[in-house]
């Protein structure tokens, strides 16, 4: 069998770093009249169409605007211009081996011994992300120790839910046509990645588990169960509080291997 992963929120904790950019950059673009805080976010990545950050951060602006009853052709904003702040607050600059911005920061969910033991239980594995290429092998290579392993980046693939990267991936690991596909996700853009993966190909099975993100997990109860209910209703057949509970065992008790 194949498991894919999402990185951001599932392999890295992003509350502090991606989400905090988004944030960074609504404000800097609304000239600090809105900091979105981690609920309005979550609402707006509930709508499942929100992947890419870039874009997320430019639809809050505009949504900002038009509360103030200015349309988006009367005040355009610029997407570059928007692009270049995020980076500059997640990425920062090279230094001395090292990225100075929030990235640098990040929290790792699982480690190295993670994956050798998908590998040793016969589990092929890899990654289908909406982040930067450089951003993900800072975190796969760089971070927890994996040696080139199969990576669907951004600027390799439709964003999601549109599953064409998923199926890249699929493709890239040597899929075989009676192997089922676990994808490991955390919104409801990747729980969506997976319905649209059966419509395309019916004749395989695809399993799609909602990993919930730490600000989620450790968080209040009330919000963690609207979370969960919102990625089960996205598609989620499984939802677990966080990647590492997707062991070879676990997959094996849903007759996945």
Known sequence: MIVAFDIDGVIRDVAGSYRLALSDTVAHFTAGAWHPTPEEIDRLKGEGIWNNDWEASLELVYRHFEELGKSRTEHPVDYEAIVSFFQSRYRGEWVDGAWTGYLAGEPLLCDRDYFDKLTIAGVKWGFFSG????????????????????LVAMEDAPGKPDPSGLFTLMARLGVNPDESVVYVGDTVADMQTIARSHARDKSRSFFAVGSLPPHIANGDLGRRAAYETSLRSAGADWVVPSVTAVTAEALRSFNLI
């Open 131 to 150: 982040a930067t290429t450089v951003s993900a092998k800072f975190v796969l290579e760089g971070r927890v120790g994996l040696v080139n392993p199969e």
